[in-house]
Nanobody, 125 residues
């Protein structure tokens, strides 16, 4: 089992930045790829991006490419989502997810076995 806890969400003005953290405990976190997803009210959960277990492969969805950066520190069992140039459309609950394997699978929720509870991000215009 891997337990995931997201933090760092909050309210920010458009154009601002936030850094989300996903702290893991339990089984060896460095064995798993980790993904970020988000879900806005009334919408499907959306894939934001993912990072491989070693951190040498990273994917960002087109909707956030150039604004968001995913990174990880396996020594701290933590994955980060740096969010810059935030827009009101980025308002959502953000979730991290781990599991499946070491490599990235783009967009697949079912690939990930472990999920955090989510952290709310609200961007005001």
């Amino acid at each position: 089992q891997v337990q995931l806890v997201e933090s760092g969400g909050g309210l920010v003005q458009a154009g601002g930045s936030l850094r989300l953290s996903c702290a893991a405990s339990g089984r060896t976190f460095s064995n798993y790829a980790t993904g970020w997803f988000r879900q806005a009210p009334g919408k499907e959960r959306e894939f934001v991006g993912a990072i491989s277990a070693s951190g040498d492969s990273i994917y960002h969805a087109n909707s956030v490419k150039g604004r968001f950066i995913i990174s990880r520190d396996n020594a701290k069992s933590t994955v980060y989502l740096q969010m810059n140039s935030l827009e009101p459309e980025d308002t959502a609950v953000y979730y991290c997810a781990a599991g499946g394997g070491r490599g990235i699978v783009v967009g697949s929720r079912s690939y990930y076995s472990y999920w955090g509870q989510g952290t709310q991000v609200a961007v005001s215009s």
